[in-house]
Structures are given as structure tokens and as C-alpha cells.
């Protein structure tokens, strides 16, 4: 996708957001919940796969999966 792309629908989704009176760190929560769990399903549930879509250690990935309150069936 596009940079400029992604970020004219960033901007739109960050407006609701205020709009809606949503607080930064429950915004933030929730889109690395998603991000992190969209990852994990193209990824086919695999863990090393994941972190390295996402940039992450594969530790920090478990960690992060642990405070977000997501699961892994592996």
C-alpha cells in the first residue's frame, strides 16, 4: 500500500477516534491487538514467522502477545 495511501486512512480512522472522545492509550491497546493478531493469521498461527513480519524477537512477540491478552493454540 502506499505511504500516502496509508496514511489518508490513518488520519480519517485517528479523526473518529477523537471525535468519539477515545483515549490514546485504549486506541493505541486496540490497534496492536489487531495489528499483532492479523499478523498471527497470516502467519498461520506460526510464532517465528510472525515476530519476523512484524519486526519484533520472537520473546518479545510472546511478550507482547501475553499483555494484549492473545492467545496462541502452538
Known sequence: ??????????????????????PIKQASREFERQYVSAALEHSEGNLTRTADLLGVHRNTLRNKMTALGIRSDR
Open 1 to 22: 500500500m502506499p505511504e500516502q495511501s496509508l496514511n489518508g486512512l490513518l488520519c480519517r480512522l485517528v479523526g473518529e477516534l477523537v471525535q468519539q472522545g477515545v
